[in-house]
């Protein structure tokens, strides 16, 4: 399991564990939530913001943020 | 007897909720504001049928009813308050087939409201290209509502739509999911606490950090008692409820919805591997500001070119035609020449308002946002800060407006403090008519001066705003949490209804608007500059041809106005702040249009305008009068050195009383408006002053 800010370009995850203090519900809302996949699509330039594809959403976070959401990797 | 049916849209951000209010009403919508608040308010008129009408609210895009935003507060608001007026008979909520099952977590919320909900999922047109069918009657059964498939591209669906909102009361009021299976324990507190009231709005109340001072007042007290739990056992209810309503929903879409993804063309992809490339990005990035820029300076000249001259024979003609008098001269010397100043700016409106809404419709703002945040973080802003920057080219308020969806409040209110640095369409013409008279004809590198002076003044807002905006990062402390979740749309050729309605409704507003308050400062001036006190003023004439006794009549007629107007209330004021202005560069006539300007900033030409035809009597061109004006020794009085002090003095100075106005409102204390009104001022006195002083 490692935090999602570890993920490499093109990986897919799956969430298992989030800080749900830490994160705003907005994101638990567009599907953040443990089970669901997760796929980092792009790092924007200095590796921040994250463009995710999370279960159907297609979203950007900061770093800071990913650092509450724990992956592990699918093949 | 007509039917009339209150109809509230809601719906996720980029689910084309705005195309399917153009489409239902077309040009009857008006927007106007919630009382008490800036959030913008639209409504229009929809015909159902030969005699019942729709009355729509569209409401802020929301993903859900948990808010986060002023806007988003505005949907619960309306939707927890029976009493409100507004308060719809029937919710529509619109999904994007694309996003069906985020999209339905709003859907299911409203729905536990027990309000009618009526089910639309637009984008039809989409479904073929990625695969994707349907089983309505099925998700009709499983949703317990009637859904409305349709395309606000291809025009479907709409008649079908408007025929189940007129059934609206056959809609099931049931709830999709039973909330206290949720939290046994605190729901059944709840429930005993609040007996036959509905468990999932008590719920919305009491984790909601909304205004409610619509709604009943001693439930809300009452309920705040359950806030005694701490927010982190609240937020993980929350929590549970967002996945007991996918649990709800997955089972729903895994028997109504099929993809084949082998179908699915991906645009997105491909476009964003050139769109967000950490070189390309950036590049595409500004080849199109600088395009658009380009562009709506060359293109608006045409009409406003066109405009101008229309409105100098418009007053011409008055004049031959009307008896003379004062209300003549009103009409003429005032009012015309204040129309004029306002209708010269629709062209450049106009463009702006296109340009920027096709960036947003196409999804191509987001990316913008993305590839930005990063570098705007270190100038103590945030992606989002990108919009208002951006549509504060077109006009600050709006853009002061667009700053609502800056999560945190420090990075919120530095966007707001420094939008007003960016170049607003009513500094152009003061740039554009600035520019023609004292910048040499001549190229560079293919880029003719005119256009490069145009893009540096631009360059130079934009550099402002980032400096100040750093060092308010430094000194402000303020501390807040940073939240950034932004959603990466799909990408969409914009609707042309959409962005022509979007220019149609922007440009008559500022018509209006500011159009009001220009006119009213027109005729204001000319009255200042018609009448003055004493016999200066009054005798002017006897007083010319004292002096002047060997000049003729025409000579001598020039001469009086030019006294007169030195000796009306108005130049009595102009006089008064010469002083203060020579080392800038400009004479008391510049000040006067100085001082106006402090109302708007583009009042400037048109009180040249106004000041130049009181003073002579034949009718030019304001281009031609400006270029005509000199100082004491005889030089030109619009040179290069007190044209560019000029422009500076106007790139950073506060001088909108409206802006001020809506800062504000959307901080909600006299402190910020106050601090941008002599923070930028007295930083555009000092360059101003440093430039003339250099290059003179």
């Known amino acids: 399991m490692i935090p999602l800010d570890q993920l490499l370009r093109g990986e897919k995850a799956r969430i298992e564990t989030i800080k749900t203090d830490k994160l705003p519900l907005k994101l638990i809302e567009m599907g953040c939530l443990p089970g669901n996949s997760i796929t980092l699509i792009q790092k924007a330039p200095f590796n921040d913001p994250l463009y995710l594809k999370i279960d159907e959403s297609h979203l950007a976070i900061r770093k800071e943020t990913a650092k509450n959401i724990f992956v592990s990797l699918i093949e | 007897m007509s039917e009339h049916v209150k109809i509230a849209l809601l719906g996720n951000p980029n689910t084309g909720k705005t195309s399917v ?3 239902l009403t077309g040009l009857t919508q008006k927007v106007g504001n919630y009382p008490g608040i800036t959030v913008e308010k639209k409504e229009g008129i929809c015909r159902l049928n030969h005699n019942a009408k729709g009355h729509l609210i569209d409401l802020p895009g929301t993903y859900s009813l948990n808010v986060s935003s002023m806007d988003e507060s505005v949907v619960i608001e309306l939707l927890l308050n029976k009493k409100s007026k507004d308060f719809p008979d029937v919710a529509v909520v619109v999904t994007d087939v694309e996003n069906l099952k985020r999209n339905l977590l709003l859907f299911t919320q409203v729905k536990d409201l027990e309000i009618p909900t009526l089910l639309v999922i637009n984008m039809a047109d989409q479904m073929k290209r990625k695969g994707i069918s349907l089983n309505l009657p099925l998700l009709e059964e499983m949703l317990d509502t009637k859904i409305a498939l349709i395309s606000t591209r291809e025009n479907n669906g709409l008649e079908e739509l408007k025929k189940m909102i007129l059934d609206y009361r056959q809609l099931p009021t049931s709830p999709t999911i039973h909330i206290n299976s949720i939290d046994e324990n605190y729901f059944q507190n709840l429930e005993k606490t609040f007996p036959n009231q509905s468990l999932y709005k008590l719920w919305l109340v009491i984790t909601q950090d909304v205004n409610f001072a619509k709604i009943d007042r001693k439930r809300v007290s009452d309920a705040t008692d359950f806030k005694t739990q701490p927010t982190s056992y609240l937020k993980r209810i929350q929590q549970k409820e967002t996945v007991k309503r996918y649990q709800f929903i997955n089972n729903v879409l895994k028997q109504g919805l099929t993809v084949d993804r082998k179908a699915a063309t991906d645009l997105r992809s491909r476009l964003d591997r050139v769109l ?3 070189v390309w990005g950036y590049a595409i990035f500004f080849i199109m500001l600088m395009t658009i820029f380009q562009a709506i300076f060359h293109w608006s000249s045409i009409p406003q070119d066109f405009i101008d001259s229309s409105f100098v024979s418009l007053s011409e003609s008055m004049k031959n035609n ?11 010397e005032g009012i015309i020449s204040g129309l004029g100043g306002i209708v010269i700016f629709i062209p450049q409106i106009a463009f702006l308002f296109f340009f920027i809404s096709i960036l947003e419709e196409s999804g191509y703002m987001s990316r913008v946002v993305f590839l930005m945040d990063r570098g705007l973080r270190r100038f103590g802003l945030n992606g989002k800060s990108v919009i ?4 504060g080219t077109a006009c600050a308020i709006p853009a002061v407006m667009a700053t609502r969806n800056i999560e945190n409040w420090k990075e919120r209110l530095i966007t707001i403090l420094v939008t007003p640095f960016t170049t607003c369409s009513a500094r152009l013409p003061v740039y554009s008519i600035l520019i023609a008279l004292v910048i040499p004809e001549g190229s560079f590198f293919g880029l ?3 256009g490069l002076m145009l893009m540096g003044l631009y360059l130079l807002g934009f550099g402002m705003a980032l400096m100040a905006a750093w060092v308010l990062s430094k000194t402000l402390s303020i501390t807040s949490k940073s939240y950034f979740v932004v959603e990466m749309p799909n990408y969409k050729l914009p609707l042309l209804k959409n ?25 204001l001036l000319w009255i200042l500059a018609s009448y003055g006190p004493g016999k200066d003023f009054n005798n002017a004439e006897q007083i010319i041809k004292e002096n002047y006794p060997e000049l003729n009549a025409n000579a001598l007629e020039i001469k009086t106005n030019a006294y007169k107007l030195e000796h009306s209330y108005i130049g009595i004021l102009g006089k008064s702040i010469e002083p203060l202005i020579t080392p800038l560069g400009y004479d008391w006539k510049i000040g006067i249009a100085l001082i106006s300007s402090f109302a708007a900033r583009e009042v400037f030409v048109g009180t040249l305008a106004t000041i130049y035809s009181v003073e002579s009597d034949t009718e030019d061109t304001i281009k031609n009068r400006m270029a005509s004006e000199v100082r004491a020794d005889g ?10 002090s000029l422009m500076l003095f106007y790139a950073f100075a506060m001088q909108c009383m409206s802006t001020l106005a809506i800062v504000k409102k959307e901080t909600n204390s006299w402190k910020w408006p106050i601090v941008q009104l002599f923070g930028m001022s007295i930083l555009a006195y000092v360059i101003a002053l440093s430039t003339y002083q250099i290059l003179a």
């Open chain 2, 21 to 23: 209010f153009n489409a």
């Open chain 2, 276 to 278: 967000i490339h950490k």
């Open chain 2, 322 to 332: 009307l008896p003379e008098g004062v209300f003549t001269n009103l009409l003429t």
């Open chain 2, 388 to 391: 208002p920057l951006i549509s």
């Open chain 2, 448 to 450: 003719n001066y005119k």
């Open chain 2, 499 to 523: 962005v022509g309605i979007t220019v149609w409704e922007k440009t008559r507003t500022f018509v209006t608007e500011a159009g009001k308050i220009i006119l009213a400062i027109s005729i």
């Open chain 2, 635 to 644: 030089s030109p009085l619009f040179n290069l050195a007190s044209g560019i």
